[in-house]
C-alpha cells in the first residue's frame, strides 16, 4: 500500500533501507534470521531480499506512468485541439476551481466573446482558413488579456474570459481592447482577406455568489442582449437614413487638409463630410451610428451615390467656390468599391457635371482595399480612366503591408489617425508614420496624416516630411456655405482655432 500511497522518493528510500537491514540481519551470527548454509539458501535469501527491495520499485514505477498517462488524458480530454485552450469541459473544471478557492467575495468577471459572421470566413476560405482564423484569435485573446487571466473556447465561435475584477475600469478596458484586436485583425486567404467583427456579454460578480453554470447562462444572456439591442439600433438608424435621403435631411460639411511642408498649391484642399440632421429639433446628429446602419443594411452605396451626386451639384451651383478648389477629397463606403454599377453611375454624373474630375479623389479605406485585391484594383483603374484621384485611407490600421501596393495605384495615403494620436507617447506610433512617410516618397506618392489635434502633433508631422494634415488642430468641419466664407488655410500654418 505504501508504494501507492505514499510519494516515489520515499518509497524509494524505504524499500533500499529494509534491503539493506534484511541483508545485515541474514549475515550476523547473531541475528534472528538463520544465515544460510548452502549455495541453495544463499540463491533463495538473495531472491526474496531482491523481491523484498525491487518489487516495491516495479509496482511504484508502474502505477506513477499509469497516473501520468491518466492526467496526460484528462487534460487531453480538457484541452481545445485546435485553439490550445480549454474546452468546455476544461473551463468548467477550472472556472469551478477557481470559484471553490481564494478570498470569499472576490470580485471577478465572466465574459462570453461571440466571434460575428464566422460562417463568412469560412464560407470566403474553407474550413482551413476558418480554423487558422480561430487559432490567431485564440493568440490574440491570450495576447491582449493579463496572464492570470483564464481563456477558453466554449464553441466553434464562441471564447470564455474569466479576469479580475479588482478594477473594474480596468477590466472594462481590457475588454473594448479584445474587441478592437478582433475588429482591426486581417488575415490572408488566398488573393482575399479575411476578417470578423466580435460581441461580449459579461457578468461582474463576487465568488461565492453564484455557480458557473449560473454564471456562464446570465454572460451569455448579456452576449444575446447586447447584440439584439445594436442590431436594433442599427435597424431604426437604418430606418432615419432611408428617410433622410428621401427628404433630403442630410447637410455637407467641409474640413481642411492642410499642407505641412508649406508649398504652394493651386487652391482649397478639403474633404467632404456628410452630417444628417434631425428634422424636429435640427440638431445634427452623430455621423458613427449612420455609416453602421449603412453598411449593415447594405445602404452605402446609396449613400455614396447621394454624397458625390450632392457635392457635384453645390459646386455647380457655386462656380467661384470651385474656382478656389484644388482637391475635393469624397469617402466611400467598401460596398461602393465592389459595386460593379458605381463607376457607370461616376461616369455618368461627371459627363453631365462642369466640375472637373482632377478636382475630386476618392477616398477608399487600406481594409476594403486589400479585403479583395480583385475588385479594389479594378475600381481604381475605372476612376483613373475617368480623370479621379484616389487615396488609400486609414493606411496602416489594416493589414499593415506594403507588398500590395503596386497594385493599388493611389495618389495619396492617409495615414490612420490613431498613429498620429500617439506619436508624440508611442515609440511604435513615431516609427510607423515615419516608415509610411518614407515609402510614399520614395514611390512618388503623398501622405495625409488624420487627427493633427495640435501644434505639437503638426510640427513633429512637418519634421517627418508628412505632406498634409487634416484635424482640430488645422480646423474644424463646417457646414460648406460657410467654409467657402472663411479664408483658406495657408500652407505651414494653421488656421485661426475655431469653437466646437
Not at 342 to 362: M, N
Not at 417 to 442: K, N, P, T, Y
Not at 465 to 492: E, H, N, S, T
Amino acid at each position: 500500500m505504501g508504494a501507492i500511497r505514499l510519494p516515489a522518493r520515499l518509497v524509494a528510500a524505504g524499500t533500499l533501507t529494509c534491503g539493506m537491514v534484511l541483508a545485515l540481519i541474514a549475515a550476523s551470527d547473531d541475528g534472528a534470521v538463520r544465515r544460510p548454509e548452502t549455495t541453495f539458501e544463499t540463491l533463495v535469501l538473495l531472491l526474496l531480499l531482491i523481491t523484498l527491495t525491487v518489487a516495491p520499485l516495479i509496482l511504484m514505477a508502474a502505477i506513477g506512468a499509469a497516473r501520468r498517462f491518466g492526467c496526460e488524458a484528462l487534460a487531453r480530454a480538457r484541452t481545445d485541439e485546435l485553439t490550445g485552450l480549454a474546452n468546455r469541459q476544461g473551463l468548467e473544471h477550472r472556472i469551478t476551481e477557481t470559484l471553490s478557492h481564494g478570498p470569499e467575495g472576490q470580485p471577478l468577471l465572466l465574459a462570453v466573446l461571440d466571434i460575428d459572421n464566422f460562417k463568412l470566413v469560412n464560407d470566403a476560405g474553407g474550413q482551413a482558413a476558418g480554423d487558422a482564423f480561430l487559432c490567431s484569435i485564440a493568440g490574440l485573446l491570450r495576447a491582449v488579456l493579463p496572464p492570470d487571466s483564464l481563456v477558453g473556447r466554449l464553441a466553434s465561435d464562441q471564447f470564455v474570459l474569466l479576469l479580475d475584477d479588482r478594477d473594474p475600469e480596468a477590466s472594462a478596458g481590457r475588454l473594448d481592447q479584445v474587441l478592437a484586436a478582433v475588429r482591426d485583425y486581417r488575415q490572408a486567404s488566398g488573393s482575399n482577406l479575411v476578417s470578423a467583427s466580435a460581441s461580449i456579454g459579461a457578468i461582474r460578480f463576487r465568488r461565492g455568489q453564484a455557480d458557473y453554470s449560473t454564471l456562464l447562462r446570465l454572460a451569455a444572456y448579456e452576449s444575446a442582449q447586447d447584440a439584439v439591442a445594436e442590431h436594433t439600433a442599427a435597424l431604426r438608424w437604418a430606418v432615419r437614413l432611408d428617410a433622410a435621403l428621401r427628404d433630403g435631411h442630410f447637410r455637407l460639411y467641409c474640413q481642411s487638409i492642410a499642407d505641412l511642408q508649406g508649398l504652394e498649391h493651386g487652391g482649397r484642399h478639403l474633404e467632404i463630410l456628410l452630417r444628417m440632421i434631425d428634422p424636429e429639433s435640427g440638431e445634427v446628429l452623430p455621423p458613427g451610428p449612420v455609416v453602421v446602419a449603412a453598411e449593415k443594411f447594405h445602404m452605402g452605396p446609396r449613400l455614396d451615390r447621394h454624397v458625390v451626386d450632392s457635392t457635384l451639384a453645390w459646386f455647380e451651383r457655386h462656380p467661384q467656390a470651385l474656382a478656389q478648389l484644388d482637391t475635393c477629397a469624397i469617402n466611400l463606403c467598401a460596398a461602393s468599391v465592389n459595386d460593379p454599377g458605381f463607376p457607370d453611375f461616376l461616369r455618368e454624373r461627371f459627363a453631365r457635371s462642369s466640375v472637373p474630375p482632377g478636382k475630386v479623389c476618392l477616398e477608399i479605406t487600406e481594409t476594403s482595399a486589400v479585403r479583395d485585391l480583385d475588385d479594389a484594383p479594378q475600381f481604381i483603374a475605372a476612376a483613373r480612366g475617368l480623370g479621379l484621384r484616389l487615396a488609400l485611407d486609414d493606411f496602416g490600421a489594416g493589414f499593415c503591408s506594403f507588398a500590395y501596393l503596386r497594385r493599388l495605384d493611389v495618389d495619396f495615403f492617409k495615414i490612420d489617425g490613431g498613429f498620429v494620436r500617439d506619436i508624440e507617447s508611442s515609440a511604435l506610433s513615431l516609427a510607423i508614420v515615419r516608415s509610411i512617410a518614407e515609402i510614399a516618397r520614395s514611390i512618388d506618392k503623398r501622405t495625409i496624416a488624420e487627427f493633427v489635434e495640435d501644434d505639437a502633433i503638426r510640427e513633429r508631422l512637418t519634421q517627418l516630411g508628412v505632406d498634409f494634415g487634416q484635424g482640430y488642430g488645422i480646423d474644424r468641419p463646417q457646414p460648406i456655405d460657410q467654409y467657402f466664407l472663411r479664408p483658406a488655410v495657408l500652407p505651414g500654418r494653421p488656421h485661426r482655432r475655431l469653437r466646437p
